[in-house]
């Protein structure tokens, strides 16, 4: 069976410092990797997906990077962190396809004071 | 108007009753339609999966397609405190075989009560 790992599960990070949150999928091969992040009110918003090895789209024009330097492994980072970039950050996977459901991780909550 | 509208609740209901929660859409487009269950500080479960115009069950929950509409539902019976959660409808659309993107409401809440 298919299962998703973030780390870390909470962080606490001054503004200015950078960040690099990581995702990985075991059970299958060549997924489809997205990273969401919900804030409260707001709902998911959409930040990166990725359908292989180095593919990034990005979704939101932001001082968030993500990249994706092996097959089930997805990693966000910043090089400088903004108030605004505190939230609950979500990675998932799917096949895409036909069925296009997508399976979350368990999330990093991220507090930057 | 936004793609896709679910009204937040909260909703709070007591326990073993009927509960039914919905979302409503803009894009014929949307082809697929998930329910998502998301308890508090975890990510979000996927709970039910559904193609076509009409319902599906599993178990307590029951999901409900009408695309002449553009409205989707999910049913829970003999509601349980363990149900306790924010649902979030989910649908994407078929773009060829190549759709990776899912558009999400912003969630309803819902509090059974024991």
């Known amino acids: 069976s298919q299962t998703i790992h973030q780390w870390p599960a909470t962080l606490v990070q001054p503004v200015g410092s950078p960040l690099s949150l990581e995702c990985t999928v075991e059970g299958t091969s060549n997924p489809n990797l997205y990273w969401y992040r919900q804030a409260a009110g707001r709902g998911l918003q959409l930040l990166f997906y990725?359908?292989?090895?180095?593919?990034i789209s990005s979704e939101v024009p932001q001082n968030l990077s993500a990249s994706r330097p092996q097959d089930r492994q997805f990693i966000l980072s910043s090089k400088k962190l903004l108030l605004s970039d505190s939230g609950f950050y979500l990675c998932?996977?799917?096949?895409?396809?036909?069925?296009?459901?997508?399976?979350f991780g368990p999330g990093t909550r991220l507090t930057v004071l | 108007q936004k793609e896709v509208e679910q009204d937040p609740g909260p909703l709070s209901v007591p326990e073993g009753a009927i509960v039914s929660l919905n979302c409503t859409y803009s894009?014929?487009?949307?082809?697929?339609f998930m329910w998502y269950r998301q308890y508090s500080r975890k990510g979000p479960e996927l709970l039910m999966y559904t193609y076509s115009s009409g319902n599906k069950e599993d178990g307590r929950f029951t999901a409900q397609v009408d695309k002449s509409s553009k409205y989707i539902s999910l049913f829970i019976r003999d509601s349980q405190p363990s149900d306790s959660a924010t649902y979030l409808c989910?649908?994407?659309?078929?773009?060829?075989?190549?759709?990776?993107?899912?558009?999400f409401g912003k969630g309803t809440l819902l509090t059974v009560n024991p």
């Open positions: 990725s359908v292989g090895i180095g593919q």
């Open positions: 998932a996977w799917g096949l895409g396809g036909g069925t296009d459901t997508q399976y």
């Open positions: 989910a649908m994407s659309k078929n773009s060829g075989g190549s759709n990776y993107k899912l558009t």
């Open positions: 894009n014929s487009a949307f082809q697929y």
